[in-house]
């Protein structure tokens, strides 16, 4: 029973009386009023009214713990999700602010000025987040945890939202941004992050560089809009193996809009002028392009012709489709020979036989081929996995199964945003990683 006057019924307050020993009762009235958290509690008739402070945080975990057992794990869990971003991102806006809410000092830098209401996209599903805003501050405030995350996912945002706002978005697109977005995307937010992520591309792109032992070069293309036309975009990447370590790291990326010759050699001169010095063998397919600006620039380094692509360049001489696993087997004998000497003496067994039956084959193995047996230079334990550019064919892969999420590129600097952002994280993993040759062994050339 209430003792004392009566109170009228508050919004947003409760009243409860809670038993106590030996018979007499405590009479609390616990005020719930939103933004301040006060409780106030009656000991008894004669006791004036105490008030103390309450910390609305406090009671976080017994609701989690409510709305897990009230709604199970599927329904529960993204409202638990909901309840603590909501209040971590108050606690720090208050940190932002260097001030509490309702609390006043003349240290604080601006105010809370109300909350937005945004839905975030998760793997919990869909969370109903109320996002804090602020006024007069230095820096605006903005909810660290849903900024974070790998430099790719966010280098696929930026490029995604840039393609949405410069109109070349499509219904598929549009749903993919939803998707890995989460949050509407603004003009001003895009900017932001393009700005923050370019200039640690840029870092990245330009940084110094070990002596390389080995170095592999390849392109992929990928779908640019240039002048309202598709265009294929030419994205050079190069892979060094260390000189000191064995160890792979990812050396530079570029991006233009053919392989021409000027594009590769400023490519290769810039890996050069970083501080690669001269590798002992440099891995690449036969592109006239490439083998001009390696001539101009890494003259002084052995040549090795991609044999994956040499196999598959025969196959265009072969007329027959039966011939063609033989014509393969053919040339995988010369590849698979134990030294130098043994595979010129079985290219040209291979020449004599297809001399008459197949004459522009014949005469394109004998021009090509030995382009593909210069790693006979190199010992043996590092010829296997440096015949062939299929080092940088993975990497390719990879860098396609991302960019075709976002289908066409608006311009080349998105495409370098986005594969720029891939090609470090794997860069990371390797350089942190096993070395690539047997390090022990890694004292011969």
């Given amino acids: 029973m209430w003792i004392g006057p009566e109170i009228p019924p508050l919004r947003g307050m409760e009243r409860s009386g809670i038993p106590r020993r030996g018979g007499s009762r405590e009479l609390a009235l616990e005020l719930k009023v939103s933004g301040q958290g006060w409780k106030l509690r009656v000991l008894n008739k004669n006791t ?15 609701e989690a713990i409510n709305l897990l057992l009230e709604k ?23 940190a932002h602010l260097g001030a509490g809410p309702y609390e006043r000092t003349q240290e604080r830098n601006g105010y809370a000025n109300g909350l937005k209401e945004r839905v975030f996209h998760s793997s919990l599903g869909k969370l109903n987040l109320r996002l804090p805003q602020t006024r007069d501050c230095e820096q605006p405030y903005r909810p660290s945890m849903l900024e974070r995350g790998s430099r790719v996912d966010r280098a696929l945002k930026a490029a995604i939202a840039e393609m949405y706002l410069q109109g070349v978005s499509t219904r598929r697109v549009t749903g993919v941004m939803e ?100 590798p002992d063998s440099v891995t690449s397919d036969a592109h006239e392009g490439l083998k001009a600006a390696l001539k101009a620039t890494l003259n002084a380094s052995p040549w090795q012709r991609c044999q994956f692509h040499l196999q598959q360049n025969a196959q265009a001489y072969v007329t027959k489709l039966d011939q063609r696993e033989i014509v393969a087997a053919d040339i995988r004998s010369v590849f698979n020979a134990a030294n130098r000497a043994e595979a010129d003496e079985r290219l040209i067994k291979l020449i004599n036989k297809y001399q008459k039956s197949a004459p522009q084959l014949a005469l394109w193995m004998d021009k090509a081929i030995p382009e593909g047996l210069n790693i006979f230079c190199l010992p043996q334990h590092k010829q296997k996995r440096l015949r062939t550019s299929n080092m940088c064919e993975t990497l390719n892969t990879q860098i396609k199964r991302r960019t ?31 070395a690539y040759f047997n390090i022990n062994k890694n004292n011969q050339k």
Wanted: charged share 25%; glycine share 6%.
């Fill in 72 to 94: 199970g794990l599927a329904e529960g869990l993204p409202k638990i999700a909901e309840m603590l971003l909501n209040a971590a991102m108050i606690i720090e806006r208050s």
């Fill in 179 to 278: 998707k890995l977005c989460g949050l509407e995307v603004s003009s001003t937010q895009v900017s932001r992050l393009n700005a923050e992520l370019d200039e640690s591309f840029e870092q990245w792109r330009t940084r110094q560089l070990p002596e390389i032992a080995h170095l592999i070069i390849d392109a992929t293309y990928v779908k640019v809009r240039v002048e309202g036309a598709v265009r294929d975009c030419a994205v050079l990447i190069a892979i060094g193996i260390c000189r000191d370590n064995a160890k792979r790291m990812i050396l530079g990326v570029s991006a233009a809009l053919s392989e021409a010759e000027v594009h590769w050699r400023a490519f290769l001169a810039s890996l050069k002028e970083r501080g690669i010095g001269i």
């Fill in 48 to 62: 004036a009214p105490t008030m103390t402070r309450h910390n609305p945080h406090d009671t976080l975990t017994s």
């Fill in 404 to 434: 075709r999420v976002a289908g066409l590129f608006p311009n080349t600097n998105s495409i370098l945003r986005l594969v720029t952002a891939i090609l470090m994280e794997i860069s990371e993993g390797w350089e942190t990683g096993k």
